[in-house]
């Protein structure tokens, strides 16, 4: 069963994500916030993140470039609500990039195949 | 192989080489060994380094021209012997040396760069060390430059052996000490990588070692002698497809794994305003032209190496009125993971099946130009994106196909 850590600064999102996730057969963590995310990664070894962009204090896409550079294989799907951080180079160094909306089809299609790249499969 | 080397300041030991190969490039070689120097002395000032000009016995005055270049990095100019040319052959004299003078860390520049700067040299070389073993290059370039890399590089690269490296014959990377004892010792080695296929062949050859691959961003656009589109690619083509062909070949159980592509890190942000590169003139009707010309010919062989559905295609593809013409991406990738396949079966005929496949790439950058003709370069990128997408999903066509 794979772990997949949720970084969203809104409740709702990470909420939303755990529940729809959890039914998925994951196991999902989740944080708040940027806040020693590779540290955080470190101790909780999920075997995916799911990265917002935009969050208060912190951004995503400077977040990836660590978090790549530490756990190179590590896939990570950047989740906006905005299209345009697509174009900013840094997002390169994600696996995928899903615009949110409450319809999580597109993202858990993501996550799965995200998943698939490293030879993990769902069981 | 032989070689000759004059090594004037008697370096017997270095933490990084800058190697620029070259063959007969008098006049252009000097910007880039003063810009490595400038580069060397800036960022890299507690280290010992060396340029290094990896030659093919030039005539022009090459060599003259690079040592003459002021310096107060010390230089060391390696030759093949009289007659033997390629960027290979040259690179070859240049991993023999970086492990010969126990370096950490080689960025390799083309010497006909004109818009290298100092922070070139450090951006491919400082990710390695930070435990990167090799560096590609990431550079604005126009939508019509590279169209080898834009059609064929990048989408195989990518979806074969399931790394996104964009600049996959980008020809100015860095790989550390460790990757030079790999390419020096690799058993993938043939007069194709000898010649053009070097630059994919060392990205490849990183791509299946393993190790962590970082993509430098370089801000500047690559200047260099840019090559219009239409004219002829037969060598450079020929030998850059085979490269990819013969890695798919050696590979196999690397690249059966692969099911998606994955990321690379990236390196160098920060660099201000991004400069846009000058225009490069396409000559669409030459493109068409090209495709045209090679159909009679192409049409014998593509029957032989072509599934049925993807003959049609091409047939139905070739009937196509030049003003709406349409290569779809889909077709483009079942045609090279077809000509893969025929020519991994197939010892005797490598030659004719990479002689048939050239009309179709020309049709192939025929519709690339047509449909990008009023794109942005970013729209453009994004749509070379979505080419390299359909690549990924037509895998299964070639892993049900490929023998073994």
């Known amino acids: 069963m794979a772990k997949i850590l949720i970084v969203d600064d809104e409740e709702h999102i990470r909420m939303l994500y755990q529940v729809e996730l959890e039914d998925e057969g994951y196991e999902v963590v989740t944080a708040a916030d940027g806040k020693d995310l590779v540290g955080r990664i470190e101790r909780e070894k999920p075997d995916l993140v799911v990265l917002d ?71 | ?28 070689i ?128 990518r979806s074969v052996f399931g790394r996104r490296v964009r600049q996959p014959i980008g020809g100015d990377v860095g790989f550390s000490g460790e990757m030079a004892k790999v390419f020096l010792e690799h058993p993938l080695w043939n007069p194709m990588v000898e010649s053009y296929g070097v ?69 160098g942000f920060g660099l201000g305003e991004v400069e846009l590169p000058p225009p490069v003139e396409v000559k669409p009707q030459a493109l068409y032209e090209r495709f045209r010309q090679g159909l009679a010919q192409g049409m014998e062989t593509w029957k032989e190496i072509f599934p049925q559905e993807v003959f049609s295609k091409v047939s139905e593809v070739a009937e196509m009125d030049p003003r709406r013409f349409d290569f779809p991406s889909d077709l483009w990738a079942k045609i090279l993971f077809s000509g893969a396949v025929s020519y991994a079966r197939s010892e005797s005929e490598r030659d004719r099946i990479l002689d048939s496949l050239i009309p179709l790439y020309y049709g192939r950058v025929y519709s690339y130009v047509l449909r990008t003709q009023e794109m942005s370069m970013q729209q453009a990128e994004e749509y070379i994106e979505e080419q390299c997408t359909v690549f990924e999903e037509a895998r299964p066509f070639l892993d049900e196909r490929w023998p073994g």
């Open chain 2, 199 to 267: 630059d994919i062949w060392m990205t490849i050859v990183a791509i299946c070692q393993g190790v962590p691959i970082c993509q430098s961003f370089l801000g500047r656009p690559k200047i260099h002698k840019t090559r219009d589109p239409a004219s002829e690619v037969a060598p450079a083509f020929k030998e850059i497809l085979g490269t990819v062909f013969t890695a798919m070949m050696h590979f196999t159980d690397y690249w059966r794994k692969i099911r998606w592509s994955r990321p690379t890190a990236i390196f």
């Open chain 1, 53 to 123: 962009i935009k969050m208060a204090g912190y951004n995503g896409l400077d977040l990836l470039q660590e978090v790549r550079n530490r756990f190179y294989d590590l896939p990570v799907i950047l989740c906006s609500a905005y299209d345009s951080f697509r174009r900013d180079i840094k997002s390169i160094a994600a696996d995928f990039y899903v615009v949110k909306s409450s319809d999580l089809t597109q993202l858990k299609r993501t996550i799965a195949r995200a998943l698939e790249s490293v030879g993990h499969t769902k069981t």
């Open chain 2, 1 to 28: 192989m032989e070689f000759y080397e004059e090594n004037p300041d008697k370096v017997s030991q270095a933490d990084i080489v800058v190697g620029i190969p070259s063959y007969n490039e008098a006049r252009f």
């Open chain 2, 30 to 157: 000097p910007y880039p060994t003063q810009q490595a120097s400038l580069g060397l002395v800036q960022f890299f000032r507690n280290y010992k380094s060396v340029i290094i000009n990896v030659d093919n016995h030039s005539t022009d005055g090459t060599r003259e021209a690079f040592f003459g270049t002021e310096t107060e990095v010390p230089k060391i100019y390696i030759s093949t012997p009289e007659g033997i040319v390629g960027k290979g052959a040259n690179l070859r004299n240049l991993f023999r040396k970086v492990v010969e003078l126990g370096a950490k860390a080689c960025v390799v520049v083309d010497a006909d760069l004109r818009s290298i700067t100092p922070r070139w040299i450090k951006n491919l070389a400082e990710p390695v060390f930070q435990d990167f073993g090799f560096v590609a290059p990431l550079y604005v370039r126009h939508k019509y430059d590279g169209t080898i890399t834009n059609s064929i590089g990048y989408p195989l690269t």
